[in-house]
């Protein structure tokens, strides 16, 4: 017979219950411990595999400041010249000259001195934009290009540079930025901006330029032809580099061979020279436009031999 006091009995009992408790709430709390570490590790772990931290691999990923770019990439075009204005010729007789095989085309928004190809809106708020006498509208042009399912890049000169006068300057440069966000509201896939007179000091206000404009157009895919003079500075990879951060895409001019100078040789040289910078930013080549097909195709495979992704010739 059990002869133990009950009181006894059933203190022993309460505390076998209290300790089998606390037991509980330890193992519990080990296991969410333990559950927030492996979320905790888990994640820093797909990060690194996944990319979500820069790596600086990828130039059209991460900027100078090692931080993601959130750019969208441009895409990889042939494009064909196409002129807004040309004499002798209508603009839909152009577009049908352009080959069956196309896939893109590129327009010129303004001639190398600033006038507007296309009657533009923007002339009566910016009194320095002229169009010429001649001049459509851009978004009819626009329309005609996507009923062929062309792809459009839409080339920007920017004369602005040369300005002394640093307030004009500014307005100036603001006004090519309103130009290009129209461009792309009127239906350009792209607008790549060519500089005049623009230096390797200048990038800055360069990168301000692509800024501006994305600030305005979210969206918009906007590309630099590289100044030559940021081509031959001491730290050019790293002005590379800082446009790249800015601009959705980097061109490489391949239109300057000199009126002696075998014009096929120059653009194979060009883009020797450039080949590891061409592929690693994906870079355009920016060609001369030819009259015949074989010569064009010539300056084409030349870009091709040296695996460049993208090439556009300019109207």
């Known amino acids: 017979m059990n002869n133990r006091p009950k009181h006894l009995q059933y203190r022993r009992n309460i505390y076998k219950k209290n ?32 990319g979500d931290e820069p790596s600086g691999d990828n130039p059209t990923e991460t900027d100078t400041d090692g931080k993601v770019n959130p750019l969208p990439s441009a895409a990889a075009v042939g494009a064909y010249a196409l002129p807004l204005l040309e004499d002798g010729s209508s603009f839909s007789s152009r577009l049908s000259a352009i080959p069956e095989n196309a896939e893109a085309v590129c327009i010129n928004l303004n001639t190398t001195g600033g006038t507007l190809c296309y009657r533009s809106e923007l002339s009566s708020e910016f009194s320095f934009l002229k169009y010429a006498s001649d001049a459509s509208s851009l978004s009819g042009a626009m329309s005609s290009i996507n009923d062929r399912e062309l792809y459009a890049s839409t080339l920007l000169h920017v004369p602005s540079f040369a300005l002394e006068d640093d307030l004009a300057r500014e307005i100036y440069l603001t006004g090519w930025c309103a130009v290009a966000v129209e461009a792309i509201r009127a239906g350009a896939d792209d607008c790549l901006i060519k500089t005049t007179s623009a230096g390797s000091e200048e990038v800055d ?36 580099s800082k446009l790249s951060g800015s601009f959705n895409y980097l061109a490489l001019n391949a239109t300057g061979a000199k009126e002696d100078e075998d014009v096929g040789v120059y653009i194979e040289t060009r883009v020797a020279q450039m080949q590891m910078q061409l592929i690693y930013y994906k870079m355009r080549v920016l060609l001369p436009t030819a009259e015949d097909e074989a010569t064009m195709q010539s300056y084409i495979d030349s870009v091709k031999k040296y695996n460049a992704p993208s090439w556009q010739f300019m109207p």
Do not use: M, Q, Y
Request: net charge neutral; glycine share 4%.
């Open 205 to 240: 206000k360069l990168c301000a330029l692509a800024d501006l404009i994305h600030g305005i157009e979210k969206d918009a895919v906007i590309g630099i032809v590289i100044p030559e003079d940021v081509l031959s500075a001491s730290n050019s990879e790293v002005l590379i």
């Open 19 to 50: 300790r089998t408790k606390a037991i509980a709430v330890i193992i519990a709390v080990a296991l969410v411990v333990v559950f927030i570490l492996f979320l905790i590790i888990g994640n820093a772990l797909h990060k690194k595999t996944s």
